[in-house]
C-alpha cells in the first residue's frame, strides 16, 4: 500500500465511522508521511490532523486501531 492508498483509505473510513465529506476530512487528516524502515521498523508512518477538537480527537482515536492493520507503508 501507497501513502496516498492509505491517505485514501483513513478518509474513507473516517466517513464511514463520523460522517462528513471527502474535502474534509483531506483537510483534517493531512498528508501521510512516510519514514524510513531502518529507523521506524514498527510503523513507517504518521500523520497530523488538524481541525477542531472532535475531528482531531476521532482521527487519533482511528490511528491507534489502524496502525496495527497497516504498520508499513510505500512512497508514492
Known sequence: MT??????LLISSMIKRVG???RRWRIVIGPVKVYDRST?????W????SGDSRETSAVEDFL???RTRHS???RD
Open 3 to 8: 501513502a496516498s492508498e492509505l491517505q485514501d
Open 46 to 49: 504518521s500523520v497530523s490532523p
Open 64 to 66: 491507534d486501531e489502524f
Open 72 to 74: 508499513i507503508v510505500a
Open 20 to 22: 462528513g465529506t471527502r
Open 40 to 44: 521506524h521498523p514498527h510503523c513507517n
